[in-house]
């Protein structure tokens, strides 16, 4: 079974960092891009960019290009996605999915979600 | 990039038919044939339900459909099931630069 596994929920101050991880399992990682998409409180879904797990290449919304970063650990079949400063506007729910095998923008597995709170 | 606009909320009772749309521009919807649309449950992760515009993935009953015209796409249930309550979203391909862009979501409530 193709699965996305994402880790626990966060709790944070502004100005710390995080990393939350999505973790593949039953398909070949690095064969397909990895999209990480924001869900804000009460909100609908906003596409951040996504990365490539075979050699890294990223591709970021400009709304999000400077803020987040896209890494892989291949050997761990994982993508994380990071920041360096948090912020209170960062609290939301964010999904990783992959790439469609017979579709080049579709994603059809995703992630159970991260849930990230930042208190300011 | 402006997201996508979908209507806040769709209605319909068991057995009726209802369409949701989904517009954008010639940059986005109008110029790919690279619509999806994800159905959400409070507190789960999106599921597709179609892609490339009217396709079907394995599973998906086939009371859903895709289709587009011009700079609007459209998704519609047909015979209406109380399981297919939920936030519906639709998405496209938008070019290199800003790659993809979501609509708001509509909320569909069987009545």
């Known amino acids: 079974e193709v699965q996305l596994v994402q880790s626990g929920a966060e709790v944070k101050k502004s100005g710390e960092s995080l990393r939350i991880s999505c973790k593949g399992s039953?398909?070949?990682?690095?064969?397909?891009?990895i999209t990480w998409v924001r869900q804000m409180p009460g909100k609908g879904l906003e596409w951040m960019g996504r990365i490539y797990p075979g050699d890294s290449e990223t591709n970021y919304s400009p709304s999000f290009q400077g803020h987040v970063t896209f890494s892989v650990d291949k050997s761990l079949s994982t993508a994380y996605l990071q920041w360096s400063s948090l912020k209170a506007s960062d609290t939301a729910m964010y999904f990783c999915?992959?790439?469609?095998?017979?579709?080049?923008?579709?994603?059809?597995?995703w992630g159970q979600g991260t849930t990230v709170t930042v208190s300011s | 990039q402006s997201a996508l606009t979908q209507p806040p909320s769709a209605s319909g009772s068991p057995g009726q038919s209802v369409t949701i749309s989904c517009t954008g521009t010639?940059?986005?919807?109008?110029?790919?044939?690279?619509v999806s649309w994800y159905q959400q449950h409070p507190g789960k992760a999106p599921k597709l339900m179609i892609y490339?515009?009217?396709k079907r993935p394995s599973g998906v009953p086939d009371r859903f459909s895709g289709s587009k015209s011009g700079n609007t796409a459209s998704l519609t249930v047909s015979g209406l099931q109380a399981e297919d309550e939920g936030d519906y979203y639709c998405?496209?391909?938008?070019?290199?630069?800003?790659?993809?862009?979501f609509g708001g979501g509509t909320k569909l409530t069987v009545l």
């Open positions: 490339d515009v009217n």
């Open positions: 010639s940059s986005d919807i109008g110029g790919y044939n690279y």
């Open positions: 039953g398909y070949s990682f690095t064969n397909y891009w």
């Open positions: 999915a992959k790439r469609s095998a017979i579709s080049r923008y579709t994603l059809d597995v």
């Open positions: 998405t496209s391909y938008a070019g290199s630069n800003n790659f993809a862009v």
